[in-house]
């Protein structure tokens, strides 16, 4: 699966990967979020975003591979076997990754939005499904094909510059 051209192929591709997908999911899904709970966008909403998106950042890049993407990868292994194509172990991915997401950061964001309450888990029935369909949608159509094309031209990127060193080699 790592052979993809699509796929980070070592440990710094995979940081440069998981921290395109990160940022963007941060940026698209968490703005419509904090959006949706201020029920307008004005100025006070925008600077609370500038406060908030960074520390929602640095939570998502480390919560995704410490557990959510051990999570994602162990149920993902559970409905793929060897012989299953890219299209199905990235649906996979994709789908058990965004549930343990959306579901984590449901609850964080409520948590930062307004402080710890006993109506996190009210508002959590209510929010959930709404954050599991949108990242489901953004991840499926925008942010994975965008990461996944930068890292097919860091690829191609390295593959022009081996070829360039080999044939100055040859010569």
């Known amino acids: 699966m790592y052979q993809d051209k699509r796929l980070p192929k070592n440990g710094k591709e995979?940081?440069?990967?998981?921290?395109?997908?990160?940022?963007?999911?941060?940026?698209?899904?968490?703005?419509?979020?904090?959006?949706?709970?201020?029920?307008?966008?004005?100025?006070?909403?925008?600077?609370?975003?500038?406060?908030?998106?960074?520390?929602?950042?640095?939570?998502?890049?480390?919560?995704?591979?410490v557990a959510i993407g051990r999570f994602a990868e162990f149920f993902a292994s559970k409905f793929i076997s060897p012989t299953d194509g890219f299209a199905a172990r990235i649906m996979f991915r994709t789908l058990f990754t965004v549930l343990g997401m959306s579901f984590t950061m449901t609850i964080i964001g409520d948590i930062m939005g307004n402080?710890?309450?006993?109506?996190?888990?009210?508002?959590?029935?209510?929010?959930?499904?709404?954050?599991?369909?949108?990242?489901?949608?953004?991840?499926?159509?925008?942010?994975?094909?965008?990461a996944r094309f930068a890292m097919v031209k860091m690829h191609e990127g390295q593959d022009r510059k081996a070829a360039g060193q080999t044939s100055i080699q040859s010569i």
């Not at 709970?37 to 998502?60: Q, T």
């Not at 209510?126 to 953004?138: D, S, V």
């Open 115 to 146: 402080g710890f309450t006993t109506d996190i888990f009210t508002n959590f029935i209510q929010i959930w499904p709404r954050n599991f369909l949108l990242a489901l949608f953004l991840e499926s159509v925008v942010i994975q094909p965008i």
């Open 14 to 65: 995979g940081a440069i990967f998981g921290a395109i997908i990160c940022t963007l999911s941060v940026l698209l899904i968490g703005s419509i979020n904090i959006i949706l709970a201020a029920g307008e966008f004005n100025r006070d909403v925008a600077m609370n975003m500038l406060i908030v998106l960074p520390i929602i950042w640095v939570i998502v890049m480390i919560i995704e591979p």
